[in-house]
C-alpha cells in the first residue's frame, strides 16, 4: 500500500493543480504558464520527498516538461491559448537545455575529474597517511586528525568519495576496538561528520554550496577566495564542536592505537601531473578574480589537462557522477522556470514578510530547510528552496540591516549541508550505517545537536561578515 501511495500521490497532486481554475490559486495575476510551473514544482517536490523515481530522474523530468508545458517549442497543443491575456510568457527551450551546460556544471564537471585522478593516482590515500603521522596514537587525536583530513578532501572532492575512501582506510583500525567500546561508534560517525561539515567551505565542496552561487550574482556576486574567507572558519569552529561532542556521547574505552595506512606517493610523469595539475587548479581557485578567470573557467583546466594526457581515459569517464549533475541542472531548471515566468516574485509578494520579524524569517527559513534536508537529498532540498529565498531576500527591506538577500541565501545553504541526523539524510551517512558499527539513534543523537548549533552559529558568522563589510 505505502509503495503505491509513493507513486500516486506525486502524480495526483500536481494533475489537480493543472486542472483547477486561475480563481482558485490565491495569487492575483497568475497566469497558465505560472499555474504549470507550480504543478512541475509540486511534482518535483513530492517526487524528490517519496523517492517513487531515483532523484536525478526527477530532475530529468523537470526538464522535460518544462521543454513541453512552458518551453516556445513545446507541443503546440499547449501553446494553443499563447495569445490569450493570462497566458504568461513562454521560456526559450534553448535556455532550458543549457542548464545542463550551466557553469554550475563545469565546476562540479572539473572536481570530478580531480577526484578521479587524485583516486586513481593515490594521492588521496598518501596524502592521508602524510598528513595523519603528527596525530600519535591517542584514540582521540588521531580521530581529529581524520576528521581533518576528511574535512579538507571534502572542500574539493566529492563528500560521498571522501568517506568511501576515509572508512576504507578505517577498517583495520575500528577492528582494534572491543565489539562494545564507543570508540567503534565515535569513528564510524567522525568520518560522514567530517564530510558533511567540511564541504560547506568551498564553493564546490556540496551541490548546496554551487546552486547557491547561481543566485549570488550582481552586487551580490561572491568570489571562490570570499568564499572561502567566511566557509573555512565555520568549518574549523564546527569541525572542533563535532570532535568535542561525539568525544563526549562516545568516548573510547581503548586508550592507545596504531593507524597503519601502507602506500608511497608515485613518481611515474602521470602522477606527477596529477600533483602539479591539483596544486595548481586549487591555487587558481584560491587566486580568485586576481588572474582574470573565474572559478568555473579554472574548473576545466584539469579536465583539459587530463583528457590530453590520457591520466582520464574514456573507461574513467563511465564513472563520472552523471547522476549528480543531472540532479543539480535540473534544481537550475527549476529555478529558471520560478526567475523567469516571475512565479517566485508572485508568490513572494503575495506574503507580508515585511510583517514579520526579519529574525523570524530568518531562522525560519534556515530550520525549515535543516529539517527539509534530514529526509530528503540536501542538492534536492536547496534546489526547492533556494529560488524563493532568493525572491524573499530581494523584496524584504527589513532584511537589509542583517545582510539582506546575501545572508538569507548563505544561511539557508549552510543549513542544507548541515541535515545530517538519519542515514538517509546524506550518501556519507549511509556509508558509515552500512559499516554497522553505528546505529540510527546514534547519529541522530549527534546531528540534531550539531545541525541546530550550526544553523545558529552561521547566522552569527554571516552577520558579522556583514556587519564589516566582507560580503553583502
Known amino acids: 500500500m505505502r509503495s503505491y501511495i509513493k507513486f500516486v500521490i506525486p502524480i495526483l497532486i500536481p494533475l489537480i493543480v493543472l486542472c483547477l481554475p486561475l480563481s482558485a490559486f490565491p495569487f492575483e495575476g497568475l497566469t497558465i504558464v505560472q499555474q504549470r510551473v507550480i504543478a512541475i514544482f509540486l511534482l518535483a517536490a513530492l517526487c524528490w520527498v517519496f523517492e517513487p523515481i531515483p532523484i536525478y ?44 551546460a550551466s557553469p554550475i556544471i563545469m565546476l562540479f564537471l572539473g572536481g570530478f575529474f580531480l577526484a578521479m585522478a587524485a583516486t586513481k593516482y593515490r594521492l588521496d590515500v598518501n596524502l592521508a597517511r602524510v598528513l595523519l603521522k603528527p596525530f600519535g596514537q591517542d584514540p582521540r587525536f588521531v580521530m581529529l586528525g581524520l576528521m581533518l583530513i576528511t574535512g579538507i578532501f571534502s572542500m574539493f572532492m566529492s563528500n560521498t568519495a571522501t568517506t568511501a575512501m576515509m572508512l576504507s582506510i578505517l577498517t583495520p583500525v575500528i577492528a582494534v576496538f572491543g565489539p562494545k567500546d564507543p570508540g567503534r561508534i565515535a569513528f564510524a560517525l567522525c568520518i560522514p561528520v567530517a564530510a558533511n561539515i567540511g564541504g560547506i567551505g568551498t ?87 586576481s588572474h582574470g578567470m573565474n572559478s568555473y573557467t579554472v574548473a576545466l583546466i584539469p579536465v583539459a589537462i587530463f583528457s590530453i594526457t590520457g591520466i582520464i581515459n574514456k573507461e574513467d569517464l563511465k564513472k563520472i557522477s ?21 512565479l517566485a516574485k508572485l508568490v513572494v509578494h503575495s506574503i507580508p514578510f515585511d510583517a514579520y520579524s526579519p529574525y523570524v524569517v530568518l531562522f525560519g527559513a534556515a530550520f525549515l ?36 538577500e546575501v545572508t538569507l541565501i548563505l544561511v539557508v545553504t549552510f543549513a542544507a549541508s548541515l541535515g545530517m541526523s538519519l542515514p538517509i539524510s546524506t550518501p556519507p551517512n549511509a556509508l558509515a550505517h552500512a559499516t554497522g ?25 554571516v552577520w558579522l561578515l556583514h556587519a564589516v563589510g566582507h560580503i553583502g
Open 57 to 100: 530522474a526527477t530532475s530529468v523530468v523537470i526538464i522535460v516538461l518544462e521543454l513541453l508545458l512552458i518551453s516556445n517549442k513545446g507541443i503546440y497543443l499547449f501553446r494553443m491559448s499563447e495569445n490569450e491575456p493570462h497566458f504568461g510568457e513562454l521560456l526559450s527551450y534553448s535556455d532550458i537545455m543549457a542548464t545542463f
Open 203 to 289: 564553493p564546490i565542496g556540496t551541490p548546496p554550496n554551487a546552486i547557491a552561487l547561481k543566485y549570488l550574482v550582481g552586487d551580490n556576486l561572491i568570489s571562490f577566495g570570499e568564499w572561502m574567507a567566511f566557509g573555512v572558519p565555520f568549518v574549523v569552529v564546527m569541525m572542533a564542536f563535532a570532535w568535542f561532542v561525539i568525544n563526549a556521547l562516545y568516548k573510547a574505552d581503548q586508550q592507545k592505537i596504531d593507524l597503519e595506512i601502507k602506500g608511497r606517493f608515485l613518481k611515474t610523469p602521470k602522477a606527477i601531473m596529477v600533483y602539479i595539475t591539483f596544486g595548481l587548479t586549487i591555487l587558481l581557485w584560491l587566486m580568485g578574480s
Open 322 to 342: 552523471w547522476d549528480v549533475l543531472w540532479l543539480v541542472s535540473g534544481g537550475i531548471a527549476l529555478g529558471l522556470a520560478l526567475d523567469k515566468t516571475g
Open 369 to 404: 530547510c535543516l529539517l527539509m534536508a534530514n529526509f530528503m537529498s540536501h542538492t534536492a532540498t536547496a534546489n526547492l528552496l533556494m529560488p524563493i529565498m532568493a525572491a524573499l531576500g530581494a523584496s524584504m527591506v527589513s532584511l537589509a540591516p542583517l545582510g539582506g
Open 437 to 461: 558499527h553505528v546505529q540510527s539513534s546514534q547519529m541522530a543523537k549527534v546531528g540534531v545537536i550539531l545541525g541546530v548549533v550550526g544553523v545558529l552559529l552561521s547566522f552569527v558568522l
